[in-house]
């Protein structure tokens, strides 16, 4: 295809309307009139050979071919806007970009308040938007990485993308304070008898202990999925079951939220955590930026710059 013989304002109308799902809400958005929103639409159809949006009722719905298009219009309109935003150095204190990471709630705990104040102090204009990731989000996490600037995850789900280890926590179990295995201690019978309350659980995702856990035969009894860290504690609090949690998140908890944490019956092994991203950032000088910003705040949240940690920063050792 000759992409000189296209249009790219298309691409803006393509991704408003399958944003909008509406000519009357895509046009209000673009600042265009619905008739020539409307013409734009007519020439998308031609070219794809597809309705895109078929009226059902008084709403419209994406057709098959639109639910894919949806998706890769936005990485493909972020792409450009990446282009011709692109600077030869980065200026925080004028910028007024928006930052996007990926995280679970336990970094949020842990590293957003950190990483929102520096952010505050250097680049005031800028916007930080924290989206939380889930198991369908890792699984194809490159894509995703192509419109959001960080994923923040434990190694071992990922490969082919550019990591920096932050910092290095350690996981326990936690049970309720009632329970009369707090007392006693925890035996690895009790974690294939006790029901569990997973996190990230799936077959093609979970925590490093809970895989470390099944590599030793060890296979939960997993009464309850949830992919939030932070919703654990009451589904354990006044019950007889267990969970994996971190331990700085723990620390973070009220004290008296009817929970203990346990030592492992088993090595579950360190939990590093890790931010990731798509290697065509790794010299874009707002990226690089924002990566050494993340480091600060992990070396401030965590208690200085001295982390047991060996930090590995992919992109570096790629060249």
Known sequence: MNLASLDLNLLVSLDALLQQRS???AAAQMGLSQPALS??????RRHFDDELLTRVGNDYRLTPLAVQLRELARIALSGVERVFTAQPEFDPASSTREFSLLVSDYVVA????TVAELLAEEAPNTRLRLSTHSPAV??????ALLT??????????LTDLSRRDLYRDEWVCVVAADNPVADVGLTVQDLE?????????GPTAS??????????????HVQIVVESFLTVPALIAGSNRIALLQRRLVDLLPLNIGIRALPCPFDAGPLIEAMWWHPVYDDDPEHVYLRDLVVRAAQLAVGGPHVDIDVADTAQQKK
């Not at 013409?39 to 998308?44: F, G, H, K, P």
């Open 138 to 143: 890792v699984d194809r996490a490159e894509q």
């Open 110 to 113: 842990v590293l957003g308040d």
């Open 148 to 157: 959001a600037d960080l994923l923040f995850l434990p190694p071992g789900f």
């Open 23 to 25: 000519v009357t809400r």
């Open 39 to 44: 013409a734009s639409l007519a020439r998308l």
């Open 193 to 201: 008898t006790l029901p569990w309350v997973a996190t990230y659980h």
């Open 207 to 220: 925590t490093p202990a809970a895989r470390q856990m099944r590599m030793l035969g060890i296979e939960p």
